[in-house]
T-cell receptor, first 113, second 114 residues
Framework: EAGVTQFPSHSVIEKGQTVTLRCDPI?????LYWYRRVMGKEIKFLLH????????ESGMPNNRFLAERTGGTYSTLKVQPAELEDSGVYFC???????????FGSGTRLTVV | GQQLNQSPQSMFIQEGEDVSMNCTSS?????WLWYKQEPGEGPVLLIA?????ELTSNGRLTAQFGITRKDSFLNISASIPSDVGIYFC??????????????FGKGMKLTVNP
């Protein structure tokens, strides 16, 4: 089966611009998660979807971040406007249910200059 | 918030040597997980531990879930060059919204010299 796919793999944008990251989970996985690793720090939870519903978005840094999951399939994470501190690697993961192992995507490396 | 203290932060070893790393926390976790990340890839699950005191092996990897549920260690025996990467511990916990999330350590970068 295809794994979790993230696009783009790299993005370099200027401060104040908008960037949209996309995640295609494993087919049939209802649970989709976004995590972020800022340079030198640990990987941190951002939010969790169950199908198209946001189950928990307590990890989202601020209202410049907007996540959606259209029809319970792929998900997008938009950063608008981007700030320098948003730079990092954004990971998406999916699982068939809670308490199951997650499969992570390769991540999107976002650099805001 | 919950934090995992992972040590050491990096290790340089010779091929064939064993390596140990551990994670501790002031919080209790019901599940401990160990992941490996290689350059350009996402974290890949190595071992999952579900019960306090559990000792689990996966090939040359052995991990244990501490009795207090606040710590875990991972051992790699007879290291080989392809063991190179960043190893993360993670604890599974409930979020404020009743969901589940993983809390990660900062990772340990392993270098294996042939």
């Amino acid at each position: 089966e295809a794994g979790v796919t993230q696009f783009p793999s790299h993005s370099v944008i200027e401060k104040g611009q908008t960037v949209t990251l996309r995640c295609d989970p494993i087919s049939g996985h209802d649970n989709l998660y976004w995590y972020r690793r800022v340079m030198g720090k640990e990987i941190k939870f951002l939010l969790h979807f169950v199908k198209e519903s946001k189950q928990d978005e307590s990890g989202m840094p601020n209202n410049r971040f907007l996540a959606e999951r259209t029809g319970g399939t792929y998900s997008t994470l938009k950063v608008q406007p981007a700030e320098l501190e948003d730079s990092g690697v954004y990971f998406c993961a999916s699982s068939p249910g809670q308490s199951y192992g997650y499969t992570f995507g390769s991540g999107t490396r976002l650099t805001v200059v | 918030g919950q934090q995992l203290n992972q040590s050491p932060q990096s290790m340089f070893i010779q091929e064939g040597e064993d390596v140990s790393m551990n994670c501790t926390s002031s919080s209790i976790f019901n599940t401990w997980l160990w992941y490996k990340q290689e350059p350009g890839e996402g974290p890949v699950l190595l071992i999952a531990l579900y019960k306090a005191g559990e000792l689990t092996s996966n090939g040359r990897l052995t991990a244990q879930f501490g009795i207090t549920r606040k710590d875990s260690f991972l051992n790699i025996s007879a290291s080989i060059p392809s063991d190179v990467g960043i190893y993360f511990c993670a604890g599974r916990t409930l979020t404020q919204g009743g969901s589940e999330k993983l809390v990660f350590g900062k990772g340990m970068k392993l270098t294996v010299n042939p």
